[in-house]
């Protein structure tokens, strides 16, 4: 979960609902994800976001590994002005090979500025 940030920023997870296991660590209110051990992740999240005004928007995410974007990652997700309240969720699975010692991070990305109110994020080390 987190609370208004807009346009192009990184998102900060306030909570750390279930952690088994040392695979992955989070400090709450962070943006960074740890990724602890060597593997392949299952990584899916939701992106709720708004834009105050009326018109059409461009709602868009992608995963960063050690700061870097991952382009098979990207996510888009165009809204009409038919869309009421103008607000949108963006959803994706996608599934990594990922090395102990590199960082994980949702990137919200647009040109207009998007209020990013909610946000969940689930991994999963599958291998």
């Known amino acids: 979960m987190i609370i208004l940030l807009c346009g192009n920023t990184t998102i900060n ?17 962070s943006d960074i994800i740890n990724i602890n051990e060597n593997g392949i992740y299952q990584i899916s999240y939701q992106l709720f976001g708004t834009k105050s005004g009326a018109g059409s928007f461009n ?5 960063l590994v050690n700061n870097l974007s991952v382009d098979s990652t990207f996510n ?3 809204v009409l002005e038919d869309i009421v309240n103008n607000r949108q969720t963006l959803t994706s699975t996608v599934i990594l ?5 590199s960082t994980l991070k949702l990137f919200g ?10 946000a969940r994020i689930d991994i999963e080390k599958i291998y």
Do not use: C, M
Not at 97 to 101: C, I, M
């Open 76 to 78: 888009e997700g165009p």
């Open 13 to 29: 997870f306030s909570q750390n609902e279930l952690v088994i296991g040392n695979a992955i660590s989070h400090a709450p209110g």
């Open 97 to 101: 090979k990922l090395d102990a010692g």
């Open 109 to 118: 990305t647009s040109i207009e500025d998007i209020n990013y109110q909610r």
């Open 59 to 63: 709602f868009n995410s992608v995963l």
